[in-house]
């Protein structure tokens, strides 16, 4: 799905379901789906999904039952109330559009006139609604700064997905690996919740690398066993459903995988993991476009809502549907953090336009 990158993707997804409610889709009483199983058909994040039912319950359009899920508004004045609003919006718009092309209020009614005798109808007119939404934040895990990379700096992560952005060499690749403690800072110090990374911290961190660190005569069950040893928190259960999701084979050799394959071999052992940190460093790189959908909707349903993912890439479009967060680098240095639905609800911008802003073109695939 594409979405309007000036509103928030929370109110554009709310408005897609308040219009499958008043044209009858969803009916009266309806069991709407779980935040997973939304956040799975739109591809969004999950944080992003309980902000679109908090929004409906806000305005009455559905309620939630302790234990049994979210439902539709079983009040059908409130849902004729809300399809006449729609359409006072959607004639507002209209009528607005049509001023600024310089047409006179005479000149709409004859020009509809005109489309309803020929039997061409109205056409599509664009609809969407805009209120003030009070903000909403998570609480963070503290990552705190390292000097020699770039002075001293406080990443500040919340529970649900960060999006680390930047072009080749500006320092994605090496933060990650000094948070997961492969790489040491030339001086200066990581903070990981207030200590400095090591045993400890490496238990609730999960990384995944841009290289592979299997051998070449693992099969793909023999890396979930190499993982396993390896790692007190790793659930072979999670690893064999990551499998079938990804579409791999125990069997498989991991020296016969392809670019792709790998890819997903990668995301798949890293995920088994029961961190509370993932850090994934260009998962999608290798990847056909029609893959990676499946691929963050893969990671989206075994991803759990207490955890912190961070996911560092280039294809800046395919982070911005998912993440809660970004963060900006260049040349080892965070130029601007911040909140993908803030960014869009207040400065009327999308990450895309944010990240062209800051590094320009720059030879970068957006998407």
């Known amino acids: 799905m594409e979405y309007n990158s000036s509103l928030p993707i929370y109110l554009q997804v709310a408005n897609l379901i308040k219009r499958d409610i008043v044209t009858g889709k969803r009916e009266l009483g309806e069991k709407l789906p779980s935040v997973r199983e939304l956040a799975v058909s739109y591809t969004i994040n999950p ?47 209209f009528l607005e559009g049509m001023q600024q092309l310089g047409f006179t209020k005479t000149d709409v009614i004859r020009i509809l006139k005109k489309k309803e005798e020929s039997g061409g109808g109205c056409g599509r007119l664009p609809w969407h609604f805009e209120t003030e939404r009070e903000r909403m934040y998570l609480k963070s895990i503290e990552i705190q700064g390292f000097k020699s990379f770039a002075n001293k700096i406080l990443f500040e992560f919340h529970k649900g997905i960060t999006g680390i952005v930047g072009p080749n060499g500006s320092g994605k690749t090496t933060w990650m690996k000094m948070v997961a403690g492969l790489v040491k800072p030339g001086k200066g110090e990581i ?20 290289e592979p660190y299997f051998y070449s005569w693992m099969t793909v069950a023999d890396v979930g066993r190499y993982y396993q040893d390896f790692f007190e928190d790793f659930s072979m259960e999670k690893y064999h459903q990551m499998l079938k999701r990804m579409e791999l084979t125990e069997e498989l050799k991991t020296k016969k995988l392809s670019t792709g394959m790998m890819a997903k071999l990668k995301i798949a052992v890293t995920m088994a993991r029961n961190a509370k940190l993932y850090l994934l460093d260009e998962p999608l790189n290798g990847i056909d476009l029609l893959a990676r959908d499946e691929i963050m909707k893969s990671i989206l349903e075994v991803i759990d809502p207490d955890v912190t993912l961070v996911i560092s890439s280039h294809l800046v479009d395919e982070l911005e549907r998912v993440a809660d967060a970004a963060i900006f680098m260049k040349e080892g240095k965070m130029v601007r953090q911040c909140m993908v639905e803030e960014l869009r609800s207040s400065e009327k911008k999308s990450v895309v336009d944010l990240y062209r802003e800051i590094y320009g073109h720059g030879g970068e695939e957006l998407c």
């Open 47 to 93: 944080n992003t999904v309980s902000r679109v039912y908090k929004e409906l319950e806000t305005e009455g359009v559905c309620f939630t039952r302790r234990g049994m899920g979210t439902f539709v508004t079983e009040d059908s004045e409130k849902v004729k109330n809300m399809k006449e609003e729609m359409a006072g919006t959607l004639i507002h718009e």
């Open 191 to 210: 903070l990981y919740k207030g200590k400095a990374i090591g045993k400890e911290s490496k238990k609730e961190i999960a990384y995944m690398s841009t």
